[in-house]
């Protein structure tokens, strides 16, 4: 079975600290995906990485950046939290690339910022 | 641009009943199309999907799919449901034509819930 673990599953932080959220896959997949779960609106994708150091920014990237030195290693990074970010964050990871493949999820980090 | 609509914020049921969960999409080439499950405090898990092929998806837990390409929709159906079919249902599209790896636009979320 393919497992993707996340860091940590809650996290509270003051306004302002950095914060690092970082997601492990186990199945040699390519693509690894960061989202964002709010009630009412979904996942919204913060950004993606199709291969090795290869970056592409989804539909909300303000405020966070990401960094994928090794294959199965995704981490979020949250320079400044503000209080906007309290949120799910959800990592996932997929096969190929031609769009074919569904996602695998981790368990999520629930953020609290204060 | 893709997109996807859940018209319904929430679905109830009685149990043995059968159910539907609604999705309509929008892409500019051919979709494809996802539902996926959520638990509660857990991560999303993949029911099924559709790619190419027959219009009728089979998926886990018994349920299936219907894609309706003159009315641009993907509902997700079960015959009969379960108690513990209640959880909070997302579909997702991705337009076949788009590059950059497969990513997803997901809906805003259907909570469904069966009662006895």
């Known amino acids: 079975d393919v497992k993707v673990t996340q860091s940590s599953r809650y996290l509270v932080k003051r306004t302002g600290e950095k914060v690092f959220l970082e997601c492990v896959q186990d199945?040699?997949?390519?693509?690894m995906f960061w989202y964002r779960q709010d009630p009412g609106l979904g996942l919204r994708l913060i950004y993606f990485s199709y291969d090795v150091k290869m970056k592409e920014k989804g539909d909300i990237p303000e405020g966070y950046s990401v960094s994928r030195e090794k294959k199965e290693r995704f981490s979020l990074i949250l320079e400044s939290t503000s209080t906007n970010q309290t949120s799910m964050y959800l990592c996932a990871s997929s096969s190929g690339q031609g769009g074919y493949n569904e996602q695998f999820f981790g368990p999520g980090t629930r953020l609290t910022v204060l | 641009a893709q997109s996807v609509a859940q018209p319904e914020d929430q679905v109830n049921v009685a149990e043995g009943n059968p159910l539907t969960v609604k999705c309509t999409y929008s892409?500019?080439?051919?979709?494809?199309l996802f539902w996926y499950v959520q638990y509660p405090n857990r991560g999303l898990q993949f029911l099924l999907k559709?790619?190419?092929?027959?219009?009728l998806v089979k998926g886990s837990y018994g349920f299936e799919a219907e894609f309706n390409k003159s009315q641009t929709s993907f509902h997700l159906k079960k015959p009969s449901a379960l108690v513990s079919d209640s959880a909070l249902y997302f579909c997702?599209?991705?337009?076949?034509?788009?590059?950059?790896?497969?990513?997803?636009?997901f809906g805003t979320g259907t909570q469904l819930k069966v009662e006895l």
């Open positions: 892409v500019s080439g051919n979709p494809y």
């Open positions: 199945m040699d997949h390519e693509n």
């Open positions: 559709y790619i190419t092929g027959d219009n």
């Open positions: 997702a599209v991705r337009d076949g034509l788009t590059g950059g790896g497969n990513k997803l636009t």
